[in-house]
Structure formats: C-alpha cells, structure tokens
DNA sequence: AAGTGTGAAAAGTTTCACAGCG
DNA sequence: CGCTGTGAAACTTTTCACACTT
C-alpha cells in the first residue's frame, strides 16, 4: 500500500486529518510567538497529542522536519494549508436560519478560522434578518441557483429533522460535495459526498456515561 | 477480560457508546411508530449501521433479545438509558452566555432530549439576559456555590479561548465531572474527569479536505 | 546530542460467519 | 425457519523503540 487511494489523494486516516486541524492552529499559535521551528516534543504537547503521533501524522502526506532540529513552523503551516484544502478560502452557505442557525450566523467562529459565509437560506428570510443576522438571507427557492452561479462546495444544515434528508438531496443534486449538519438524523447520500455530523444532544448523552 | 473495568462499570467501547445514543432516538422514533419489537436488520438500518455491529453493541450490556424474533422496543430503550445514565434527568449548567452560548441558550436541542440546562453564569450577566435568554444567567462568581449546591455534574463551557483552561479548572475544582467544551482549546484536566470537544471551525476543515 | 522517520508490535474496532435458541 | 449472540478474522489506529541524519 503506497498510501495513494484511487482519486490520486493521499491515503490518510480519517482521524489524522482532525488532528491536522489542530496542529494548523497550534502552529499559528506559536508563530503568533514568534517560534521558527518546532520539535515533534513540544508541538505534541501544545495540540495534546503524543509526540510519536505527531510525527506519524505528519509522515503521512511528507517529510517536513530536520533530524537533530525540529520542524519549520512556516514551512509545516504552509504543508498541513495544502493538504486540508485550505490554501483558498472556501465559501460556505448556511441552510435553514432558525433558532440553531441564526445563532451560528451571529457566533463568528466561522469566519475567524477564515471561513467566509456568504448567504443563508430559510423558507422564511424575514423571521432570520429580524434576528439580527447581517449576512443575506435568501428565500429557499433560490438555493439551487445560488450554489452553481457560486459554486459552492460546503454548506452548513440547520433545517428541522424532518426536512434534513430532503434538503440534502437538493444541496447534493445543485453540487453540494460537504455538508455539517446539525440535525440528529443520519443522512443518506452518495460515497462521493461526506456528511460530517454535529450532534449537541448526543455529545451530552455521551457525557453522561461517563460521569459515575 | 471480563468487560469490568476497576470502577465496576462495564467496559463498552467509546464509539459504541456514542451509537447507544443514535440507537436509543431510533427505538424512540419506532415506539412513537407503535412497534413494539424489533430485529437487529431494521434498527440497524434505522440507526445508519451494520446489523452484526449493532448486535455486537447490544451485546456489550447484556442479553435482551429473542432469537428468531428481535429486541423489544420498550425494554432495549430501558436498558439503553440505564446504560448512559439517563434514567433520571441530569441538570445541566452553561458557563459563558456570550454569543455561542447564549446562542446554545434559546436553542432548545438540549432540553428536546431530555437535559435540563438550569443557569448559565457570565461575567456579565445582564448582557446575556438582554439577549433574550430565559434560563438564569447568574455572575460568574456564584459558579463554585451553585455547582456543589445543586450537585451539578456536566457543564457546558463556551467561554473564550483564553479563559477556557481556567474556567475548566474552577468548574473541576467545584464539582463538575464531564464538560462539553466549545472553545478550540484542548483542556487539561484529571483522567477522571470526561472532556468531549464540540469545535465548530474544525468539523468544517475536516469537510473542506474531502472536497476534491 | 537532539530529534526525525519508520518498521513492527500492540491496542482498539468492525465485520464475518455460524452455532444455537425460540 | 429467523434471528440473536459471539468467537475468530480482518482491518484500523496508536504506541513503541531505534536506526539514522544533521
């Protein structure tokens, strides 16, 4: 196995990816510090991971570091930028602005991990720009439109559980490739389209378990 | 193995856990249908898993199926919450009413499922309660009393970033066993106590990577 | 000496396949 | 017969330990 899966991408397991993630952040953390470079030791330590991990992690899509020195931060940052895809900033469109969605309009956690979105659409535009919600938002109906004249490939979906499988099809069918949903229904959609699912309820039920 | 681990707890996988959650919303979602048993082919599809890990997970907590008929509904969903610890209602306390969380506040996923989010603490309370938030918004110096008045042990944490560790701290100082984090912080805290981290901008990054 | 890169071992998870029960 | 419960196999991910480079 070379590491190559047949759409040419590199072969990494799902769960380094997330952890590419963190280490983006720690890296920008500690070129805010104005650290040049970094060991496997202390990068681990700041993303909270292993140092063996980290290393195995990275291994993955290159060799960046130095044996006997380190990583180069900006190098390593400017690596990790590519892999993930975020080189360019990506266009984000946010379905169904009720009570959930409004609220992560409002909240700019996007946008200062440099997501732009750029519209919201609800059956009821109205009810969400009284809300407070400064990004426009659109009519439902427009959504096919809007996602091919923008190409848009990530979408975040708010709607109520029972409209979720059917909005998806529509996100899906107008080019739609990524989708953070948010309700508690598992979607069905093609291989070539990944679901990520954020389940607030369940992350608390999850919690549960564990305290005795 | 025996299935024990030292503190008498039956030792259930971690992903298996997080699926007891998504099985128990579909028997609920059967029940509401009026079916009163079912096989493990029909809930796993429900469920969005395989049959033979379903019945695996089920089997982790015991027997309470009839061979050649299925599990009852009634009496799998009992277990299920026995399980997770849900058969009494857990209070629930968020830390930091600013824009995500007092977002999370009028958002009533949470209490939808059966979790009680009884006060909120700011370090400006009135701002919170002016944001239309009708759960008590107290200042965030009356947290430690709270927590070991009321026996509070999850917490739902959506200070910012800087303050993150050390408001985890308090919170675990005070009482607190499991802590769902919306900051992008990786907390410190004792192996006793349970992290889940909920971080909105990386579940996008992740997305963006698949995107080809 | 310090610290990476990596095979190989260990641990964790999923899937298979079928014996056995109702 | 239909469907559960479960060992064993397959697969995935993490950790270890050390050869090797600067």
Redesign the interface.
């Known amino acids: 196995m070379d590491h190559q899966d047949k759409?040419g991408?590199i072969d990494i397991p799902k769960k380094a990816?997330?952890r590419?993630?963190?280490y983006?952040?720690s890296l920008q953390k500690l070129h805010a510090n104005q650290v040049s470079t970094v060991s496997s030791t202390t990068l681990a330590k700041v993303?909270?991971v292993k140092s063996s991990q980290l290393r195995k992690d990275l291994a993955y899509f290159g060799q960046f570091g130095t044996r006997g020195l380190g990583y180069p931060v900006e190098l390593l940052t400017t690596m990790i930028r590519e892999?993930?895809?975020?080189e360019r900033l990506?266009p984000?469109i946010l379905v169904g602005a009720g009570?959930?969605g409004s609220?992560?309009l409002?909240?700019?956690?996007?946008e200062?991990?440099g997501?732009e979105v750029i519209a919201a659409f609800d059956a009821k535009p109205d009810a969400a720009i009284s809300r407070g919600v400064r990004i426009p938002v659109f009519a439902d109906h427009l959504l096919e439109d809007f996602i091919k004249e923008k190409s848009v490939?990530?979408a975040?979906l708010c709607v109520p559980s029972e409209h979720a499988q059917l909005t998806a099809n529509r996100l899906v069918h107008a080019g739609i490739?990524?989708?953070?949903n948010f309700s508690?229904v598992?979607l069905?959609v093609g291989s070539d389209i990944?679901i990520?699912n954020?389940?607030?309820?369940?992350?608390?039920?999850?919690?549960?378990?564990?305290?005795?």
Not at 106 to 110: M, V
Not at 177 to 180: H, N, T, W
């Open positions: 759409s991408k990816i997330y590419l993630s963190i983006l952040r993303a909270g892999t993930l895809g975020r990506q984000v009570n959930l609220a992560l409002r909240y700019h956690g996007f200062k991990e997501f490939k990530l975040i490739q990524g989708i953070l508690p598992m069905e990944t990520n954020v389940d607030l309820a369940l992350e608390l039920e999850h919690l549960s378990y564990f305290i005795r």
